[in-house]
């Protein structure tokens, strides 16, 4: 079992930077690829970023290419989500999840998942 625990979400004006963390507990952190995943109003939840156990592999959805940097401290049992140059589009609930292997896009494939923070950009 892994516990997850996501924060950092607020109220940011567009073009700011928010960093989001997530917190795991429970079995070996290091051994899991972790994904975060968005979710906004009346929408799918969506992939967002994924990186691998060692924070050697990350992949990101083509809208954040660019903006948000998924990264890894193992020794701290964290996931971060740095996010620069936001945009309303970004609003949404973010959850951070866990799986075993490698990374993947697909939110089927994770195991486990954090409750979600609040993301939200004023225009």
């Known amino acids: 079992q892994v516990q997850l625990v996501e924060s950092g979400g607020r109220l940011v004006q567009a073009g700011g930077s928010l960093r989001l963390s997530c917190a795991a507990s429970?079995?070996?952190?290091?051994?899991?690829?972790m994904g975060w995943f968005r979710q906004a109003p009346g929408k799918e939840r969506e992939f967002v970023a994924c990186?691998?156990?060692?924070?050697?592999?990350?992949y990101s959805t083509d809208s954040v290419k660019g903006r948000f940097t998924i990264s890894r401290a193992n020794a701290m049992n964290t996931v971060y989500l740095q996010m620069t140059s936001l945009e309303p589009e970004d609003t949404a609930v973010y959850y951070c999840?866990?799986?075993?292997?490698?990374?993947?896009?697909?939110?089927?494939?994770?195991?486990?998942w954090g409750q979600g923070t609040q993301v939200t950009v004023s225009s």
């Open positions: 999840a866990a799986k075993e292997g490698m990374g993947s896009r697909a939110r089927n494939e994770y195991a486990y």
């Open positions: 990186i691998n156990w060692n924070g050697g592999s990350t």
């Open positions: 429970g079995r070996t952190f290091s051994s899991y690829a």
